[in-house]
């Protein structure tokens, strides 16, 4: 029998008794007049004092907290089954605006009236994302930087004084604390099934956070303060997110629902689904079928995870870690550990070799999840950053192909029929040859690519006609711009040997290398991207920081010579500017060529960029030394070329003494593409 099949529980046996049993324990009944006041106002002090305290340090005592509550917990949910929607709707909605998202409160009520057991675990999500947002604004009334995460968010001072600190106990049993409930890290974390929450949890949040609104609207008053909501994080160059073919997952008169019911029987065939968490998968495909692609998403990331920590235990042989919704455990079995190089005992992670390609499974996990550029979906949605309404169907696509490669990809049946299928091989083929997209190392080369666009620019901006040109006297500096791109060209000839072969050696260096077509052939080299080691990433650090640089400037060069250009031509310009501008297309003839070189050197540095770890230590430094000279010359030209400083001049003698500094440095064979032959 597969594992996958065997596993009937992910919660270990402590943490299954606390979430499915100990709320059961007391049998008691108890009156819900006892904590809902006529007017309809929690009686938070009826609630407080279910919550147990410890005799030795007066902290939560969770256990005897949780049995306490269990009855009161029935009684709200009993509650909540007699209301109909327009009693709820009129008793509760309004202490449902602090959080700025009221109709998910009205939906999670809906949920409760039938009790279906993957809808009350995805409302209770939602729930909790939301609540944790909303709690986040309340903070900043008082604090300045919101803590990341929900625990240290609950243990705030900030929200004690808002809401006084027995409440925030009363919290803490639920969620926040490994301790407790600790229900939307269980959740979302992927370690319960929809089986084992108690509907009536998710009712006593939802009354909860109604009493939460209570109190915050009775502080409001008092201090006059305002709730302000922070925005929500839009999802910016959806483009970049397109890895899957769309037309493949599209609902349309194309292919209809052909794909979604492949994915279906796979869910069923595949060893990568634990059969207790089969509904999640089922209902998730059916939340994309309806066009309710956040829900789609938030179903199917913790799946996901579940997968792949079937994955990794069984791998790795660690067959404990699966039911490790424990507290010692909570935060290490995650996708951080099952994507990191190593095991927190130094052994080498099996995994990514199981998945055969990491392009397929490593990569796109931490594009999409885990690198600071991406978009960063599991933290976005659970900490409630994310418009639940407007979430874009663009991004579910990605989810959805994703988990259906994982899906075909371990399968215990014979899936050769299904891996060839027209709408599941194009995926597959998609998934094999995935790149990184929001590594440093992509960024860079994405960066560097921009600004190469940018400056091709320079030549086509307006310049003034060159009879003008000459009824000025004085301007010098012709001799000086040669210079410089003299060095520039005996500098690329020295390093043309570490250049691809086809590029051109002619007697004009600077047109026939320095070009766009070199950059995208640079960039198209494959780099590792997986576990990249310190010393990569902080000199991917200095080389972003240059690119950001020349880029500024580059802007710079044609913002102000289409300003001036236009300035000129009305004779807006006194005569100081009219020399100034002059000066200004002078120092262009070498900026275009030094700026190009600059972004050949680095992306040269950036394809060798892992022989770093060759040097020993002093050479490091040096090295890095070498790099930080580099980025203050880009920023003094961004200074020198902005609309404020205007020296152009200056601009030719900090130039000079960056080339000759490379120079040393080419002379000295200690650039990371020397140390590549």
Request: aromatic share 10%; net charge neutral.
């Amino acid at each position: 029998m597969a594992l996958s099949d065997s596993v009937t529980t992910c919660l270990s046996p402590p943490v299954h008794y606390v979430i499915c049993k100990l709320g059961f324990e007391k049998k008691d009944t108890y009156d819900i007049n006892n904590i809902l006041s006529e007017n309809g106002e929690v009686c938070w002090q009826a609630v407080t004092e279910h919550v147990c305290y410890l005799e030795s340090d007066q902290s939560v005592d969770y256990i005897k907290s949780i049995r306490s509550l269990g009855p009161v917990c029935e009684s709200i949910n009993l509650h909540f089954k007699s209301l109909t929607k327009e009693q709820f709707v009129i008793q509760y909605a309004l202490w449902f605006r602090w959080t700025n998202y009221t109709e998910l409160f009205l939906e999670v009520f809906d949920v409760l009236q039938y009790t279906q057991t993957t809808e009350v675990a995805l409302g209770l999500m939602k729930l909790t994302s939301c609540l944790e947002r909303a709690l986040g604004d309340v903070y900043l009334l008082i604090g300045k930087d919101c803590p990341f995460l929900l625990r240290d968010l609950l243990a705030s001072e900030q929200l004690a004084v808002v809401f006084g600190q027995a409440v925030m106990n009363v919290l803490k049993v639920f969620i926040g604390s490994p301790y407790g409930l600790n229900l939307r890290n269980v959740l979302w974390h992927g370690f319960a099934s929809p089986q084992e929450i108690p509907v009536k949890y998710c009712a006593m949040l939802l009354f909860l956070t109604a009493g939460l609104g209570q109190l915050l609207q009775t502080y409001l008053l008092q201090t006059k303060c305002i709730l302000v909501h922070r925005p929500y994080v839009i999802f910016v160059s959806l483009e970049e997110l397109d890895v899957f073919p769309g037309k493949y997952l599209t609902i349309s008169k194309y292919l209809n629902h052909e794909t979604l019911s492949i994915a279906e029987e796979l869910v069923k065939l595949s060893s990568f689904v634990l059969k207790t968490m089969l509904p999640f998968w089922m209902a998730a495909l059916t939340a994309f079928k309806q066009s309710r692609y956040a829900d789609c998403v938030i179903l199917l990331l913790p799946q996901l995870e579940v997968g792949l920590r079937l994955l990794f235990t069984t791998t790795n042989q660690c067959p404990n870690r699966l039911l490790t919704a424990e507290v010692k455990f909570m935060s290490k079995v995650s996708y951080d550990l099952m994507l990191a190089k190593c095991l927190d005992n130094e052994e080498v992670n099996q995994l990514p070799a199981v998945l055969e390609e990491p392009a397929m499974a490593s990569e796109f996990l931490w594009d999409f999840l885990n690198h600071q550029e991406g978009p960063r979906i599991r933290d976005r949605l659970s900490h409630g950053e994310i418009n639940l309404e407007t979430f874009p169907r663009e991004v579910a696509n990605q989810i959805v192909a994703f988990a259906i490669t994982l899906l075909c990809r371990f399968s215990d049946e014979d899936m050769f029929a299904f891996k060839e299928h027209m709408v599941i091989k194009p995926l597959m083929n998609c998934a094999s040859c995935y790149r990184s997209r929001f590594h440093p190392i992509s960024r860079l080369k994405k960066q560097v690519l921009e600004c190469m666009k940018s400056i091709h620019i320079w030549p086509e901006l307006p310049t003034v006609p060159k009879e003008h040109i000459q009824t000025i006297k004085g301007l010098e500096g012709n001799a000086e711009a040669s210079t410089l791109i003299l060095m520039i060209s005996e500098i690329i000839s020295q390093l043309q040997q570490y250049m691809p072969q086809n590029c051109c050696s002619s007697d004009d260096p600077i047109n026939s290398v320095l070009t766009e077509g070199l950059l995208i052939e640079l960039c198209d080299t494959c780099i590792c991207t997986l576990y990249s080691p310190r010393p990569v990433l902080e000199i991917l650090v200095v080389l972003r920081k240059i690119s950001t640089q020349c880029h500024q400037v580059s802007e710079q060069v044609i913002a102000s010579t289409e300003l001036r250009y236009k300035q000129w031509m009305n004779k807006t310009l006194r005569s100081r500017q009219r020399h100034n501008y002059l000066r200004m297309l002078n120092s262009i003839k070498f900026l275009s060529p030094v700026l190009r070189f600059i972004l050949v050197l680095i992306t040269l540095e950036l394809v060798n960029v892992h022989l770093v770890c060759r040097k020993n230590p002093f050479d490091y430094q040096q090295y890095l030394k070498f790099l930080k000279s580099v980025l203050q010359y880009t920023e003094n030209l961004v200074t020198y070329t902005s609309p404020e400083k205007n020296k152009w001049d200056e601009t030719m003698e900090l130039t000079n003494k960056a080339l000759i500094k490379i120079r040393k440095i080419s002379d000295r064979k200690l650039m990371l593409m020397q140390l590549a032959t």
